[in-house]
């Protein structure tokens, strides 16, 4: 008889019966790492000849439980950018004394879930803007270096080397700056509009813009209304304006770049990059409405290149918008479910599926740093065979128990479960007097309560269901 098992108590793994309560955030153990800092690798380009470029340096702390690292200070030795350029800060408490440039931050908050070692999952980063100017006579083909240094109170000070290099080309540049990674919060089931806005900051004019929007995988549908924009629905467009961009000019994309969010969106990361030249997008449809356009700051009329010409951007760090967009108040249900049913004389199957029962999409990312994960607890009195390759077996210190943990993947629909492998097979042994198996989900094997509130939106509003029995028949019935 198939029989599904619903949650009867909530226990941890070991089998110790705990109470509803929900679970608050892991506790650091003695182990730990201390809170860190570090600093940015930025290795920006910049044009000889020209005014000069801003980019952001980026800086950021890490912690082992959530964590405010004060007293931040960045100090930035110039001595290798001699004959090169010359380095301002554009924000902040700076000062300047010789060849070194003292910047004040204040504090990092190292409060999101970072995806980093277990002993410090806590990040939290600062984006600092500074202005490189070339000096005058510099060639294209000189480079420099700028050490960055950040220290703070309490924690070991972090340098790291930014390298400068100066070269010909079209430098498209965002309008203003913008750093790698932007929060911006949006409605589920609705329109979001970016404005795009950019300058070329280069020494040689861009012969024609593409406009590149891809989003990263779910949740956004990127509508095919434009007739220079090739579509690779529902996530990407390439839009080729065939406008000669001037050093020096700055543009307007118009109208406003548009992106449909679903009603069940939690978190999705949107790009938006801004390409000289044509860049083709290999599988595509064309747009039929009206097509993007330029317009330029200054009112000249644009001057129409013809044909298709390729070309290189001379600095893609500060041409590319990142932007995470997140719905506000998104929340979702990761839950447990077992099913126990009869397969052969004297054996049962468990199918054992992380369950999302609430509104919201889990989506945990795309470079694995975060899993659901699963834990089950077999009692002693059986044995388990057909156990996946993925499972991993944990040390348990009550006797004849048994346990494993898995890892099932980054995306749980709503309403949908996710395997992490084949269904074991459970065998009672003599003796057996029947007993309940276990099965908790988590995240990254920590409880689903502890990243329930994080980047993505809260993935966990019901921890009561993180846990679920299946009863195992005593041997020979």
Request: charged fraction near 10%; charge should be negative; glycine fraction near 12%.
């Amino acid at each position: 008889m198939r029989v599904f098992m619903h949650a009867r108590r909530l226990i941890v793994a070991g089998g110790a019966a705990v109470g509803l309560a929900v679970v608050g955030l892991p506790a650091a153990h003695a182990d730990t790492q201390p809170p860190s800092v570090w600093s940015g690798y930025e290795s920006p380009m910049v044009a000889p000849g020209t005014p000069g470029k801003t980019f952001q340096h980026q800086i950021g702390g890490n912690a082992a439980t959530p964590t405010t690292i004060t007293g931040v200070t960045v100090t930035y030795d110039v001595t290798g950018l001699a004959g090169v350029a010359t380095l301002a800060p554009q924000s902040g408490k700076c000062s300047t004394s010789g060849t070194l440039v003292t910047c004040h931050v204040g504090s990092i908050s190292a409060t999101q879930i970072g995806g980093g070692p277990s002993t410090t999952p806590y990040s939290g980063t600062e984006y600092l803007p500074l202005k490189l100017t070339p000096v005058a006579g510099a060639a294209a083909g000189a480079t420099g270096t700028i050490t960055a240094t950040v220290s703070a109170n309490s924690v070991a000070a972090s340098s790291s080397t930014i390298t400068v290099s100066l070269a010909d080309g079209p430098d498209l540049q965002l309008n203003p700056p913008t750093p790698s990674f932007q929060i911006v919060p949006v409605g589920a089931g609705s329109a979001y509009y970016r404005a795009v806005k950019f300058s070329n900051v280069g020494n040689q004019a861009a012969l024609g813009v593409t406009i590149e929007i891809e989003s990263d995988a779910y949740g956004l549908d990127i509508p095919e209304v434009h007739s220079n924009c090739q579509y690779s629905a529902p996530t990407t467009a390439y839009c080729y304006i065939p406008d000669r961009v001037a050093p020096g000019a700055s543009e307007t994309l118009s109208p406003a770049v548009e992106v449909l969010t679903t009603t069940d969106l939690m978190w999705e990361g949107l790009r938006i990059t801004v390409v000289p030249g044509y860049a083709a997008l290999p599988i595509h449809t064309v747009g039929t409405g009206k097509p993007f356009i330029l317009k330029d700051a200054s009112g000249a009329a644009q001057k129409p290149v013809t044909g298709q010409t390729t070309q290189t951007n001379l600095d893609y760090i500060d041409s590319l918008a990142y932007l995470d967009l997140r719905v506000n108040g998104a929340t979702a249900d990761l839950a447990a479910t077992a099913n126990i049913y009869w397969t052969d004389p004297g054996q049962y199957q468990v199918d054992l599926v992380p369950f999302n029962y609430g509104p919201g999409y889990i989506e945990l990312g795309r470079s694995g740093s975060f899993m659901v994960t699963g834990d089950v607890v077999f009692p002693a009195g059986v044995t388990v065979t057909n156990v996946p390759n993925n499972w991993r077996q944990v040390a348990n210190s009550t006797p004849g128990v048994t346990e494993y943990q898995f890892d099932a993947g980054i995306n749980v629909p709503t309403g949908s479960g996710i395997y992490g492998g084949s269904a074991p097979i459970v065998v009672p042994q003599p003796g057996f007097a029947g007993d309940d198996g276990t099965f908790t989900v988590g995240i990254n094997d920590q409880p689903a309560t502890a990243f329930a509130n994080t980047f993505i939106g809260n993935v966990d509003t019901n921890p009561s269901n993180d846990t679920t029995t299946f009863a195992i028949p005593a041997y020979g019935s």
